[in-house]
């Protein structure tokens, strides 16, 4: 049962690089989020979706682009590399109806020097 | 725009005190609200949920409350042990939108 899964787990980048962060999850979800999460901070929203082809702007989505074209999948995406997205990335997904519930990848810890 | 403060950010006890977590939020319209355990350098782990016609959740020694009225919830650990040492995170689910927002959690240590 892999839940929600995310790629790479760490990863270091030089500024003005760009690289994609994977998350997969399949539980058939169709709400999916993107979180990054700095020391001693909560989780800030930076992009969700509400399903395949639909995505819209959290509080702090400058920097990044997002895509879902599956169900699955919700890549996201940094194109320019700046030190202020050295974070911690997590990727969700949420249960249908009212009664929601989250679910969490392992994360993925960014450096950029 | 929905806010949420955990306090306290930190705490430090001696291990089989009860304690006390709290959480409050500025906006009363929520489906749910989540409890998450985050391990140093892990992900998160959920706890409890309480649905918005709840007023609490118990696992095991947790047991979470809610007030939605006034815009609080509180996380009880009984008998807390060092494996209980954990960042917790206190979010709810916002109606509009269908969003997720989370408070900056409260580091707790609990001393063998």
């Known amino acids: 049962n892999a839940g929600v899964t995310q790629t790479p787990k760490f990863r270091i980048l030089k500024i003005g690089q760009s690289m994609t962060l994977q998350c997969t999850q399949d539980?058939?979800?169709?709400?999916m989020y993107w979180y990054r999460q700095d020391p001693g901070m909560g989780l800030k929203l930076i992009y969700y979706?509400?399903?395949?082809?639909?995505?819209d702007k959290g509080e702090v989505p400058n920097g990044y682009n997002v895509s879902r074209s599956t169900t699955e999948d919700f890549p996201l995406r940094l194109e320019l590399a700046a030190p202020s997205q050295t974070s911690v990335y997590f990727c969700?997904?949420?249960?249908?109806?009212?009664?929601?519930?989250?679910?969490f990848g392992q994360g993925t810890r960014l450096t950029v020097v | 725009k929905q806010e949420v403060t955990q306090i306290p950010a930190a705490l430090s006890v001696p291990e089989g005190e009860n304690l006390v977590l709290n959480c409050s939020f500025t906006?009363?319209?929520?489906?749910?609200l989540q409890w998450f355990r985050q391990d140093p350098g892990k992900g998160l782990t959920s706890l409890l949920l309480?649905?918005?016609?709840?007023r609490e959740q118990t696992s095991g020694r947790l047991n979470a409350s809610l007030d939605k009225s006034s815009g609080r919830s509180t996380l009880y650990i009984a008998a807390s042990q060092p494996g209980d040492s954990a960042t917790y995170l206190c979010?709810?689910?916002?109606?509009?939108?269908?969003?997720?927002?989370f408070g900056q959690g409260t580091e707790l240590s609990v001393k063998p």
């Open positions: 969700a997904s949420r249960t249908p109806g009212l009664n929601t519930e989250a679910f």
């Open positions: 539980m058939n979800h169709n709400y």
């Open positions: 979706s509400v399903g395949a082809g639909i995505t």
């Open positions: 906006d009363s319209a929520i489906y749910n």
């Open positions: 309480i649905q918005s016609s709840q």
């Open positions: 979010a709810v689910w916002r109606r509009q939108g269908g969003k997720l927002i």
